[in-house]
Nanobody
Framework: VQLQAFGGGLVRAGGSRRLSCVAS????????MGWYRQAPGKQRELVGA??????NYADSVKGRFTISRDNAKNTVALQMNSLKPEDTAVYYC?????????????WGQGTQVTVSS
């Protein structure tokens, strides 16, 4: 499974940004798709993930961020609204897949989102 994320950039506080991630390869093996982020000096953290029609979000982004998955297009998007400077981070697309009975984690290359105050 290969993941390619794009859509990052500079945005003002209060603004919106949409990230997209395209999956290729063993698409049918993907179970979970979602987004993580890593701010400077901090550990990578889960933003949200979706599987089986259920989506969970980190408390810090609930009500502001929305994850949508399009299985027909093999994409997962992250719509970010009401952005705050603390949302500044490198955002990573993530997928978990079951291949030959084992779980594997796959990561996109990361895309930088910078929110200016």
């Amino acid at each position: 499974v290969q993941l390619q994320a794009f859509g990052g950039g500079l945005v003002r506080a209060g603004g919106s940004r949409r990230l997209s991630c395209v999956a290729s390869g063993s698409i049918s093996s993907i179970n979970v798709m979602g987004w993580y982020r890593q701010a400077p000096g901090k550990q990578r953290e889960l933003v949200g993930a979706t599987t089986g029609g259920i989506t969970n979000y980190a408390d810090s982004v609930k009500g502001r961020f929305t994850i949508s998955r399009d299985n027909a297009k093999n994409t997962v998007a992250l719509q970010m609204n009401s952005l705050k400077p603390e949302d500044t981070a490198v955002y990573y697309c993530h997928a978990s897949a079951v291949i030959s009975g084992r779980w594997y984690d796959f990561w996109g290359q990361g895309t930088q989102v910078t929110v200016s105050s």
